[in-house]
C-alpha cells in the first residue's frame, strides 16, 4: 500500500517564525511531490511541487526533498495569521494519481 | 487566471438516486480527475480521464460511478445509485500533461445523501 504520512498538528506558530511541515512516503517509486494548502471547506490549492533532491524555494516557501530518506518538507518563512490552514502533502509516481496525506493543520497566532 | 469550474457547489439527493456532478477544466489541459473527500479524512484519487478513455481507476470507482466528457468542454462524474458513503466533497482537477505536473483542483462538490 503505497502511503504519504504526516502530522495531523496542530502546528501553532507566532507569526513572524518559520513553520516547519514535514512528509514521508513509503513508495520508492515515488518521483514528485506536491503541497497543497486547504482552507477548512476548500479545495486544495498548489503551492509548489519538488522532483529533485535538495531545495526548492519560492517567496515565503521552500520543499525540501531527500530521497534516500522518503522524506519531504516544507518551510514557510515569516508565518503569516493568512497561512493557517491545512497542508496536504502529495505523491506521485508513475500514474497519474496523486497520493495524498492526511494533512497538517497549521495555526499561526499574532 | 484560469481555473477550474464546478457545478453544482452543493447537492442533496435521497439515497438511491443518480447525481451528476459536472466540471468544466482548464480549456488547454488535457488531463482530468476526479477525487473525492470524505469530512476529516484525506483526499482520494478516484479516476484518471484522457483522451476520451479512463486511464485509471482507484478500488473506489466501482460500476456505480461513471464519466464523461460529453464536449469539448464540460467532465461529468455520474453516481448511478448513492449511497449514504457517497456523501464527501468531489474535486474535479486537471493538468496540462500527466504525471509528476501540477494539477489544479476545482472548488469542489459538496455532495450529501440523505
Known amino acids: 500500500q503505497k502511503e504519504v504520512e504526516q502530522n495531523s498538528g496542530p502546528l501553532s506558530v507566532p507569526e513572524g517564525a518559520i513553520a516547519s511541515l514535514n512528509c514521508t512516503y513509503s513508495?520508492?517509486?515515488?518521483?514528485?511531490f506536491f503541497w497543497y494548502r486547504q482552507y477548512s471547506g476548500k479545495s486544495p490549492e498548489l503551492i509548489m511541487f519538488?522532483?529533485?533532491?535538495g531545495d526548492k524555494e519560492d517567496g515565503r516557501f521552500t520543499a525540501q526533498l531527500n530521497k534516500a530518506s522518503q522524506y519531504v518538507s516544507l518551510l514557510i518563512r515569516d508565518s503569516q495569521p493568512s497561512d493557517s490552514a491545512t497542508y496536504l502533502c502529495?505523491?506521485?509516481?508513475?500514474?497519474?494519481?496523486?497520493?495524498f496525506g492526511t494533512g497538517t493543520r497549521l495555526q499561526v497566532f499574532p | 487566471e484560469p481555473e477550474v469550474t464546478q457545478t453544482p457547489s452543493h447537492q442533496v439527493t435521497q439515497m438511491g438516486q443518480e447525481v451528476i456532478l459536472r466540471c468544466v477544466p482548464i480549456?488547454?489541459?488535457?488531463?482530468f480527475y476526479w477525487y473525492r473527500q470524505i469530512l476529516g479524512q484525506k483526499v482520494e484519487f478516484l479516476v484518471s480521464?484522457?483522451?476520451?478513455?479512463?486511464?485509471?481507476k482507484s478500488e473506489i470507482f466501482d460500476d456505480q460511478f461513471s464519466v464523461e466528457r460529453p464536449d469539448g468542454s464540460n467532465f461529468t462524474l455520474k453516481i448511478r445509485s448513492t449511497k449514504l458513503e457517497d456523501s464527501a466533497m468531489y474535486f474535479c482537477?486537471?493538468?496540462?500533461?500527466?504525471?509528476?505536473?501540477?494539477?489544479?483542483f476545482g472548488q469542489g462538490t459538496r455532495l450529501t445523501v440523505v
Open positions: 513508495d520508492r517509486g515515488s518521483q514528485s
Open positions: 480549456s488547454n489541459h488535457l488531463y
Open positions: 519538488i522532483y529533485s533532491n
Open positions: 502529495a505523491s506521485s509516481g508513475d500514474t497519474d494519481k496523486l497520493i
Open positions: 480521464f484522457y483522451n476520451n478513455e479512463i486511464s485509471e
Open positions: 482537477a486537471s493538468s496540462e500533461v500527466p504525471r509528476n505536473t501540477e494539477a489544479f
